[in-house]
């Protein structure tokens, strides 16, 4: 079965800490892998979309890179404005999203 | 761009009432259209998947006469929760795909039903 699983489930940084968001994923033929941001009371909004095992994709202070087994979202000097719920999402043999259940990420200033 | 709108954003009604949600790609034709439903704290649950045209593709245990889906154009969806209850309550998110194969979905800011 197609799963995804995020961790850790809820991150504290201070302002300036870099840290790692993780998502593992075990998928029969992996198509996509997708990173979104999602503040509260909001729709996901989109940030990267990773194909092949070796790519990565920067903005401003997010780099997402793919393996075959997961992927790692990195945040550089985090600011207090990055605070939000990041999810990861897989499409396999359909194109429907497998989400996982997200990261809560709260960066104190 | 890729901006998808959604209305209402939020909405209060009666038990027994229907309630029409609609979804729009604003910059972009969607081939495919989903929505989702999600609980506090949790991640999206995918309800259905449609097609321009074509009838919508319900998930497991989605009752397919409770939550109408019409996907009328390439820029329009809407969703109705028919004879609404409060176990219906939610946060009812849409997203729209360009072509509706392995590319990104780009969501909608999502609508927050309350039913009395």
């Known amino acids: 079965e197609d799963q995804v699983t995020q961790s850790p489930e809820a991150l504290r940084l201070q302002e300036g800490e870099s840290s790692s968001l993780n998502c593992s994923y075990t998928?029969?033929?992996?198509?996509?892998l997708f990173w979104y941001r999602q503040d509260p009371g909001k729709g996901p909004e989109f940030l990267f979309t990773?194909?092949?095992a070796g790519e990565e994709k920067e903005k401003e202070r997010l780099k997402a890179t793919l393996t075959k087994k997961e992927s790692f979202l990195h945040i550089t000097a985090p600011k207090p404005e990055d605070s939000a719920t990041y999810l990861c999402?897989?499409?396999?043999?359909?194109?429907?999203?497998?989400f996982g259940t997200g990261t809560r990420l709260k960066v104190l200033a | 761009g890729a901006v998808v709108s959604q209305h209402p954003s939020w909405v209060i009604c009666k038990s027994g009432t229907s309630v029409k949600i609609e979804c729009r790609s604003l910059d972009f034709q969607a081939t495919t259209m989903f929505w989702y439903r999600q609980f506090p704290k949790q991640s999206l649950m995918l309800m259905a998947t449609?097609?321009?045209?074509?009838?919508?593709?319900?998930e497991q245990g989605v009752e397919k006469d409770k939550f109408l889906i019409n996907h009328a154009s390439l820029t329009l969806s809407t969703l109705t929760v028919t004879s609404a209850h409060p176990e219906d309550s939610s946060f009812y998110i849409c997203s729209a795909s360009e072509s509706g194969d392995y590319n990104e979905q780009f969501f909608g800011p999502g609508t927050r039903l309350t039913v009395l």
């Open positions: 999402a897989v499409t396999s043999g359909t194109y429907k999203y497998i």
């Open positions: 449609s097609n321009e045209g074509s009838k919508a593709t319900y």
């Open positions: 998928v029969s033929g992996l198509r996509g």
């Open positions: 990773l194909y092949s």
